[in-house]
């Protein structure tokens, strides 16, 4: 609108990120920091030619990573004559790489359990992206079978440490967090590039390579008990097949952990450990159970009170045995 | 087996206000849509992206305003959308006549596409999935379609159980279902029950349906059933009758209301129990707060499997019943 002279504020942040990438997706050689500033919609408004434009600079700034969040990919193309000049730096947004590939389908049933995937999450940035993820998908305009109804499968992202980690994976960067390992009196701070994250058993991990020693080890997002921060280096390690790696490893440690227990016939315990996975009842009347961490597996057998008595391993034993003279510890004086 | 569906639960899934980055989506994914369609109601298209009608016609109010700034910089008239202003007006029709810079669908962010496929491996046990090679050609079809390479997020695939296989079958065909069911109380009992839904938090995975023998909607956890018979009983209530509010456990004027004190690190995990409205203060570490609770079998459970993390403050009948509870336990270790 040539004659569109609202003041910038005026312009919806949506109407100048639209605005954007409609002149970089429209521009074959790419337009200067200068010409997108001075010319597209929400930033001319407030352009002053020959001026300070700095505040205007920061916002583009900003724009481009939003952009970019949303998988618009946004290039940078230098001056070949003036490679070492920022200003001389063309902006476009390539139609190949922006545009889903033809061969990129989905049939009605396809879209019909995407979308059960996509309601899977229910809160933080998952959910923002499972929303945005479906609103591309409907963009194909393919008729979509009725929802499947009778099912709210849900996954939680409730520890504070996920958001964090989630970004810096995404952004390849090395964090800093205190880790309080059981059985260990007080925390430690460790200083890792996360490769993957991975839920087992209702559980939130990190998979991540340890700075100096390069080992891949695997922490428990509840036993993270400082702010994530990130340090400013960026790892390359290859991501390719991690967050499969780390789910693989962790089914290898719940197979060979393997605890002995016997329930009291007819309880609450009794139903409920022998329908867990893996559970296997004995010819001697007791059941098998495998688990990852014997630390939370403890705290789960002392739920059960006297329903449930472990027998092997004896570490297992005498964890319970003291979470449940702790809890009777706490309530002494009723 | 064939999918039950039906309209889309509208009443219950309240839609989410559209942030900046949700609308700049739908702004790239109405484009391609409108376009393939030629002519489409605004009606067609709320239903279509589960978004509201307002919504739309502010989305294509501002398509119809947008371009590029062309060749002159200054946004000619050719250079921007437009569309047929009387079929919008008059028919609530919206018809694009000139297209600007986009006419595909955009790619998925690295993030979005890990967000389904991780969707996707977590439902992968469902009865209705037995497929796995489509679940692999579906995974690979979305990092295709991604921007980026997806991030690197796993959970694993929640675990097959024939007793899901019956239930679904029941809600399928809408008939009742008889089942054993253990409360936490201990107490064996036959339920008949209308299915509803299913539903899951993590790697628990639940039934919502009304029960005959309490004549009140109840949930029940699979992992406590047995002896699931599918009936060929017609249900007498469907989800359409009684509506299933979102949490999974419904307050009662009968719940008993226990003040607790937990350690501020545990509170997500016992978020879903803390009274609407209760008090959460926080000194050194510790939150007090009140949670409600049906009867006491539940309360030592919890509290017992939390050991450390959370003690019973009041009233002196609940600190008494943890901490018989967990004497009971740690006496079988004598």
Redesign the interface.
Known sequence: ??S?DRPAQRV????R???L???L??TETGLTKS?IL????GYRQSFRAGGDNANLERKFERDKD??R?????LETVADPGDPGNNQALRYRIPRG?????D????TPE?I???D??????REG??S?????????L????VAT????????????V???AFEPL?TA??RRQWVRFDYLKPGESAARERHVAP????????RWHL?AEEAGTGAIKTYLLRRI?SRVTTTGKTTTTP??G???A??AG??EIWRNGVARVRVEP???AA??LA???GAAAQPDGTLELHFVDAAILA??L??????V?VLEPSEL?TA??E??????A???D? | MP???????RSVQKR?PL????????????V??VV??GRVTVAEVAE???VEPAQIRDAVE??A?????GET????YED?FDIDWDAFENDDEIVITNL???D?????????????I???Q??AA?P??TDAA?LVS?TR?LA??????P??????T??G?ATLALI?RA??RGVQLELDY???A?A?ERRRVD??????????WYLRGWCHLREAVRTF????M?DVVVTDEPIGHD?ADVPLPDVLFEASDDDLVVTIDVAA?AM?LI?DYVAAGASLEERDGVVRTTVRMSHYHGL?????????AV??VAP?DA??A??E?????????R
């Open positions: 609108m040539a569109d919806p942040v949506e109407e990120l639209f605005s990438v409609l002149a997706l429209a010409e001075s010319t597209v919609q939003d952009i969040e949303l998988g618009v990919p790489a922006y545009e889903l590939p061969d990129v389908t989905f396809e019909t359990l995407l059960l995937a996509a309601r899977v999450w940035s998952l923002s992206e499972s929303r945005r993820a479906l609103l591309k409907r963009a194909l305009g079978d009725e929802p499947v109804i009778g099912y709210a499968p849900r996954v939680r409730r520890d504070a989630s994976l995404e490769l993957a994250l991975v839920q087992f058993e209702g998979s008990v991501l390719t991690q967050q499969e780390a789910l962790l089914e007819g309880t609450d139903t409920r329908r867990r996975r705290d789960e002392a739920g059960f009170g006297p329903e008595v034993a319970v045995r979470r449940l003279e702790r809890t009777v706490d309530h002494a009723a | 999918t039950p569906r039906g309209p889309r639960p989410a942030l900046a980055a949700d609308k700049l989506t739908f702004l790239l994914a109405l391609p849509f393939d369609r279509h992206f589960d501002l398509i305003v947008s371009g590029v700034p910089s200054t946004y000619q921007l600007v810079a986009i595909d669908s955009p790619r998925f962010s690295a993030r979005e596409a890990a967000a389904l991780a969707g996707l977590y439902l469902l209705e999935n489509a579906l079809k295709a379609g991604a921007s980026g390479e991030s690197q997020l796993g959970v694993e929640a675990a159980d679904r809600v399928a253990v409360t936490s201990g064996s299915p509803l839904r299913v539903e899951s938090v993590d790697e628990s956890r699979l992992d406590r047995s989800a690190s997500p978020a030592k459970r919890l509290v017992a499997s939390m050991p450390g003690a019973v002196e600190r008494r943890v901490a509870w967990a004497a009971a336990g740690a006496a079988r270790y």
